[in-house]
């Protein structure tokens, strides 16, 4: 089956620095990368996602990026503020099993 | 306004006993999950069901079960069989269009 693997575990950056995580994915078949901000206490909340026929997608000062050929996909917040805070998850999907697989998750803190 | 609501929030189990956790939306999805996520670690299916009277077992099913008997509803039971039920569980949703999950904001179960 599908395993996705999330890099790194925690993360700290500077208020107004960019954050990069990476994720790499097992199964080719997978066509459907979305990425989630889950806050202490809560559940995950959807913040982009990218689908196999598109190499790059933004939206304010988030992106994610897309390599196939390599299979894996980062997320980009740029600029930083204290409210990004919080743990990251990558995931993948595919047509085979209708359901998603996640990465381990990223803890990312930003310092004021 | 529409959601998807989990209860209760948290949820405190004896050994050897079975314990009901709700997951309802009226989101009008056909897709239903369950997950269950650890201390620092990313979230494992469970259960998912794509449509109503139909599910499918995840990657840890033992010791777990649900039911799909209307749209809105996909109880899972942590049964007495499940030697490490202490965690944090999330029921999510989604259309058969939109991949992405809508999350509930999760039960904490406890093991006293």
Redesign the interface.
Same mark, same amino acid.
């Given at each position: 089956g599908e395993n996705v693997e999330q890099h790194p575990s925690t993360l700290s950056v500077q208020e107004g620095d960019s954050a990069v995580i990476k994720c790499t994915y097992s199964d080719s078949a997978s066509n459907y990368f979305p990425w989630y901000k889950q806050e202490l206490g809560k559940g995950p909340q959807l913040i982009i996602d990218i689908r196999s026929n598109v190499g790059e997608k933004k939206d304010q000062r988030i992106a994610v990026t897309l390599n196939k050929t390599a299979k894996h996909f980062s997320l980009h917040i740029t600029e930083t503020q204290p409210e990004d805070s919080a743990v990251y998850f990558c995931a993948a999907r595919n047509t085979g099993r209708r359901a998603l697989t996640f990465g381990s998750g990223t803890r990312l803190q930003v310092q004021p | 306004d529409g959601g998807i609501t989990?209860s209760p929030k948290y949820l405190f189990r004896k050994e050897g006993q079975n314990v009901t956790l709700s997951c309802e939306q009226n989101l009008n999805h056909d897709?239903m999950?369950w997950?269950r996520q650890d201390p620092?670690?990313?979230?494992? =299916?469970i259960y998912?069901s794509?449509i109503v009277n139909d599910f499918q077992k995840?990657?840890i099913a033992e010791g777990y079960s649900v039911s799909r008997e209307k749209k809105e509803s996909f109880p899972l039971t942590v049964t007495s069989a499940q030697k490490n039920p202490t965690a944090f569980y999330?029921c999510?949703s989604s259309t058969g269009q939109n =991949?992405?999950?809508?999350?509930?904001?999760?039960t904490r179960l406890t093991v006293v």
């Amino acid at each position: 089956g599908e395993n996705v693997e999330q890099h790194p575990s925690t993360l700290s950056v500077q208020e107004g620095d960019s954050a990069v995580i990476k994720c790499t994915y097992s199964d080719s078949a997978s066509n459907y990368f979305p990425w989630y901000k889950q806050e202490l206490g809560k559940g995950p909340q959807l913040i982009i996602d990218i689908r196999s026929n598109v190499g790059e997608k933004k939206d304010q000062r988030i992106a994610v990026t897309l390599n196939k050929t390599a299979k894996h996909f980062s997320l980009h917040i740029t600029e930083t503020q204290p409210e990004d805070s919080a743990v990251y998850f990558c995931a993948a999907r595919n047509t085979g099993r209708r359901a998603l697989t996640f990465g381990s998750g990223t803890r990312l803190q930003v310092q004021p | 306004d529409g959601g998807i609501t989990q209860s209760p929030k948290y949820l405190f189990r004896k050994e050897g006993q079975n314990v009901t956790l709700s997951c309802e939306q009226n989101l009008n999805h056909d897709a239903m999950y369950w997950y269950r996520q650890d201390p620092g670690q990313g979230l494992r =299916l469970i259960y998912y069901s794509q449509i109503v009277n139909d599910f499918q077992k995840g990657d840890i099913a033992e010791g777990y079960s649900v039911s799909r008997e209307k749209k809105e509803s996909f109880p899972l039971t942590v049964t007495s069989a499940q030697k490490n039920p202490t965690a944090f569980y999330l029921c999510a949703s989604s259309t058969g269009q939109n =991949l992405g999950y809508t999350f509930g904001s999760g039960t904490r179960l406890t093991v006293v």
